[in-house]
């Protein structure tokens, strides 16, 4: 398996309040990604990177914003979080871009709860 | 704008049989598809994968059919064994688009006893 760790595993939250979540390689992959997954969704990117302090927008970056200070750390931050971001996060990481036989390896992800 | 689709939410087949999971996807500029396979309380683990310029990829049990004209794929599962009870995602990746994927909403596979 490849050496993606999230933390925390769980988050239960108010409204209105700022949340970060950390995504942590050991693998030294280039690319990292957030997705989040709802039902009748699938896997939605939020944003992602593709080296230490490039990051761009995904499909649903409202309301999110990201930092990647060193390789192998990827933070998600919630500014001011909603109910519409109840949702199970997921970290990804790759590092074949662009070719044949890339794959993208899934951290165990972060389900959190915005009441 | 769902450029991926998997519009079959569950299946359900017989241990031993073969499994048929499919996609349809919309954007022409795809030109590579992954399958991922998860658990609950899990991430995605990836499966296997097919470039558009194969019709065919097997892996194992595992087999991936690819019809272009049709803007179509399918994932078939020989024989079935009850570990591959699943969600199972379709994904594609666009050409030139910084290795982002579109992923489909997912297919629930049941393989009953």
């Known amino acids: 398996d490849a050496g993606i760790t999230q933390s925390p595993r769980h988050k239960v939250t108010e409204t209105g309040t700022p949340v970060t979540l950390r995504c942590h390689q050991t693998e030294n992959h280039r690319y990292m990604y957030w997705y989040r997954q709802d039902p009748g969704h699938g896997l939605r990117l939020i944003h992602y990177s593709y080296g230490v302090k490039d990051t761009d927008k995904g499909e649903v970056s409202d309301g999110y914003s990201v930092s990647r200070s060193k390789t192998e750390d990827f933070l998600l931050t919630l500014e001011s979080a909603t109910s519409s971001q109840t949702s199970v996060y997921f970290c990804?990481?790759?590092?074949?871009?662009?070719?044949?036989?890339?794959?993208?390896?899934f951290g165990p992800g972060t389900r959190l709860l915005v009441l | 704008d769902q450029q991926v689709k998997q519009n079959s939410p569950s299946l359900s087949v017989q241990e031993g049989r073969i499994s048929i999971l499919n996609c349809d996807y919309t954007?022409?500029?795809?030109?590579?598809f992954l399958w991922y396979k998860k658990y609950p309380a899990e991430g995605p683990t990836f499966l296997i994968s097919?470039?558009?310029?194969?019709d065919k990829n097997e892996d194992g049990r595992f087999t991936v059919f690819l019809n272009k004209s049709a803007k179509h794929l399918s994932l078939h599962i020989v024989p079935s064994q009850p570990g591959d009870s699943a969600v199972y995602f379709c994904?594609?990746?666009?050409?030139?688009?910084?290795?982002?994927?579109?992923f489909g909403t997912g297919t629930r596979l049941q393989v009953t006893l």
């Open positions: 994904a594609a990746r666009e050409t030139g688009t910084a290795s982002k994927l579109t």
């Open positions: 954007n022409s500029m795809f030109d590579y």
């Open positions: 097919i470039s558009s310029i194969k």
């Open positions: 990804a990481i790759s590092d074949l871009l662009g070719l044949a036989g890339e794959t993208q390896y």
